[in-house]
T-cell receptor, first 111, second 112 residues
C-alpha cells in the first residue's frame, strides 16, 4: 500500500516568515495529493490539492509543488500569520482515490 | 448544510463498557469514512463505506470494533468491550466524489 512520510513534525516560525512542509510517497500510481489543515478541537479541512498532471498550484499565500519523478510534494505558506498555526496533513491517493495521510506537522507562528 | 455531524463530542467510559459513536454525513455524499487520531499513530483510516456498503475495513483494529451504515444519512462505530488503549479522537468524514473529504468535529473518547 501507499506510505506517506511528512517532515518536519514541528515547525516554529516568526510571523511574516515562510513555512515549508515536505512529504514523500511510495506508490508511483498515486495521482492526487491533498493538504488538510486541522485547527485545535476541529476536524481536518482541505486547504489545497494538486493532481499529477500539474507541477505547481497556488492559492493566495499557499502553494503546493509536486515532483512525480522524485515522488515528493511540498506545501509552502508565505507571509505566515498567527492564524496559520495548526496541524497540517499531506496525503496521497491513487486509483481508489482513498488518501493515505502523513503524520502531520504542527506549525506554530509566533507573533 | 450543517456539515458532518458527530455525537457525542466527548465520551468518558469505563473499561469493558460498550461505546457507540454516531455520524450523520453531508446530504448527497455517497462515501463515508471513519478515522481514529492518536499522538502515537496519527490519523488512521478504520473503515469506509460507499453507498452504505462497507468497502474496506482492513483498518479496523480488532473484532471489538464494528461499524454500520443502515442508511445514507447515518452511521455508527461501536466498540465492545472498550479498553483504555481505545482512547482517541474518532472522526467521521464524507465525500461525494474522488476529491475532498469533509470531516466532522470528532468524538473524543476516554476509556478509564
Amino acid at each position: 500500500g501507499e506510505n506517506v512520510e511528512q517532515h518536519p513534525s514541528t515547525l516554529s516560525v516568526q510571523e511574516g516568515d515562510s513555512a515549508v512542509i515536505k512529504c514523500t510517497y511510495s506508490d508511483s500510481a498515486s495521482n492526487y495529493f491533498p493538504w488538510y489543515k486541522q485547527e485545535l478541537g476541529k476536524g481536518p479541512q482541505l486547504i489545497i490539492d494538486i493532481r499529477s498532471n500539474v507541477g505547481e498550484k497556488k492559492d493566495q499565500r499557499i502553494a503546493v509543488t509536486l515532483n512525480k519523478t522524485a515522488k515528493h510534494f511540498s506545501l509552502h505558506i508565505t507571509e505566515t500569520q498567527p492564524e496559520d498555526s495548526a496541524v497540517y496533513f499531506c496525503a496521497a491517493a491513487g486509483g481508489s482515490y482513498i488518501p493515505t495521510f502523513g503524520r502531520g506537522t504542527s506549525l506554530i507562528v509566533h507573533p | 448544510d450543517a456539515g458532518v455531524i458527530q455525537s457525542p463530542r466527548h465520551e468518558v467510559t469505563e473499561m469493558g463498557q460498550e461505546v457507540t459513536l454516531r455520524c450523520k454525513p453531508i446530504s448527497g455524499h455517497d462515501y463515508l469514512f471513519w478515522y481514529r487520531q492518536t499522538m502515537m499513530r496519527g490519523l488512521e483510516l478504520l473503515i469506509y463505506f460507499n453507498n452504505n456498503v462497507p468497502i474496506d475495513d482492513s483498518g479496523m483494529p480488532e473484532d471489538r470494533f464494528s461499524a454500520k451504515m443502515p442508511n445514507a444519512s447515518f452511521s455508527t462505530l461501536k466498540i465492545q468491550p472498550s479498553e483504555p488503549r481505545d482512547s482517541a479522537v474518532y472522526f467521521c468524514a464524507s465525500s461525494n466524489n474522488y476529491n475532498e473529504q469533509f470531516f466532522g468535529p470528532g468524538t473524543r473518547l476516554t476509556v478509564l
